[in-house]
């Protein structure tokens, strides 16, 4: 579900900095700035500047690695076009600001229900990976690294647990490049409300919303759960994410530095993947308990009926959300994925 999560991951997910390196004379170090919508002093932040600290080193202190929190840099379609025109150097997006680079992204989370485990998830990723990468950097942007957080999940003030139930629902969309989600949710018979994240409580508190699909971390930071008491715990969607940086700035760092600094983002990328997957698990089960967010389980026959709906909206999907050689290839990997795990 493209750009749900946003700001989330302001929850879950997602890094911007600046795009052109400051090379001063002599030994000034080559300076980076990395914006995220991950707020400060988060696992996610931690993990950054532990990135920077691996870059300083690796570098002998000739790459400095300064990090913005937070969002304080903007959105991130905010964040892609300051990059663009130079103001910016590198990002951790979230799949919906990636998509802004180039839509094929799209295809690691917007086709919903696609995805039957993590694992069959991330073997996807990888072999979807070269082409994703040949097509960023045709953008003018370099992968630092891709990670997830798990699985998106369906917060409601009132229990819903069909897709007809959720019909009778306001649900909230991000406002940012939401038209084709709207007019493809709008088509199947739902009430799709676009609005900032930074809106999403208010909303849920006044009834402007009565859904909001995120990720549990982002329920718990954000409070949604004093509200939407209740969660399907559907696999939706994993919520995917990933740290650029712009051809400019990474052809100002030194051939022989390089690997190392993608060594350092690699080991970054998979460090966010393993804490956030825990965070999430362990925020549903810490709203449950101490605040009684009411877990609504998916059973076979319901996981089928979710199932059945989500397929029928692939044709809607591919080549508009997804660009239709991506969705085919997708598709195509998880039925590879399932056939050998058999």
């Known amino acids: 579900m ?59 202190g000739r790459i400095e690695l300064v990090i913005y929190p937070g969002g304080n840099q903007g959105s991130e379609a905010d964040t892609v076009r300051r990059m663009n025109i130079g103001e910016l150097q590198a990002a951790m997006l979230t799949a919906g600001g ?31 990976r070269p082409e994703l990468e040949r097509r960023l950097q045709a953008k003018g942007f370099v992968l630092l690294f891709w990670t997830d957080t798990g699985w998106m999940r369906l917060f409601s003030r009132t229990a819903a647990v069909t897709p007809d139930d959720f019909k009778r629902l306001k649900i909230f969309v991000t406002a940012a490049g939401s038209e084709q989600q709207m007019s493809i949710m709008q088509a199947l018979g739902y009430r799709p409300v676009p609005l900032d994240f930074a809106d999403a409580l208010i909303q849920l508190q006044t009834g402007g919303v009565d859904a909001v699909p995120t ?69 549903v089960a810490m709203m449950a308990l101490k605040w009684k967010l009411e877990v609504h389980p998916v059973s076979p026959q319901l996981e089928l009926q979710w199932r059945t709906f989500a397929e ?12 239709a050689d991506m969705f085919d290839r997708a598709t195509q990997l998880a039925g590879e994925y399932r056939s050998a795990s058999r």
């Open 312 to 323: 029928g909206v692939y044709p809607k999907i591919r080549g508009r959300m997804v660009p």
């Open 98 to 128: 990636l998509t802004d680079i180039d839509p094929a992204v799209a295809a690691l989370e917007e086709i919903p229900m696609l995805f039957r485990s993590l694992g069959e998830a991330e073997y996807v990723r990888s072999r979807l």
């Open 215 to 283: 990720i549990p971390i982002v329920a718990l930071v954000g409070q949604y759960y004093t509200v939407a008491r209740h969660m399907l715990g559907l696999n939706w969607a994993p919520v995917v994410g990933g740290a650029v940086i712009t051809q400019r700035a990474w052809d100002a760092v030194p051939p022989a530095l390089r690997e190392a600094l993608l060594q350092a983002a690699a080991a970054t990328g998979a460090r966010i993947q393993e804490q956030s997957r825990r965070e999430n698990e362990e925020a």
């Open 2 to 60: 493209r750009h749900l999560v946003g700001a989330a991951v302001a929850g879950a997910l997602w890094v911007v900095a600046s795009s052109h390196a400051d090379v001063a004379a002599g030994p000034a170090p080559l300076r980076i700035k990395l914006a995220t919508a991950a707020p400060k002093d988060t696992s996610y932040h931690r993990s950054l500047l532990e990135m920077g600290e691996r870059w300083r080193a690796a570098s002998d």
